[in-house]
């Protein structure tokens, strides 16, 4: 059974910014700018804060480590609207 909601990519966007923007590891321009669904995981993507050389920052693992706690907190909530 599917309990899930079918939701926007864009309405999914703002929630999720919300809970980064609420969140105790919020960074400034920290921001999801994209959502997909892989095998039922929403996958968020956004600024990763590379440096010059495209190499991760202490910024990155911030990001990437929001991300996944979206995907966590998200995913057994939410399906993205085909």
């Known amino acids: 059974m599917n309990d899930k909601k079918s939701i926007s990519s864009a309405e999914l966007l703002m929630i999720a910014n919300q809970l980064i923007q609420d969140h105790e590891a919020y960074l ?43 995907a966590h907190k998200l995913s057994p909530e939410f399906t993205l609207k085909g």
């Open 28 to 70: 400034e321009g920290m921001r999801a700018t994209s959502v997909e669904e892989k095998e039922g995981v929403l996958v968020f993507k956004g600024e990763y804060f590379l440096d010059s050389n495209g190499l991760p920052t202490e910024k990155t693992t911030a990001v990437f480590n929001m991300f996944k706690f979206l």
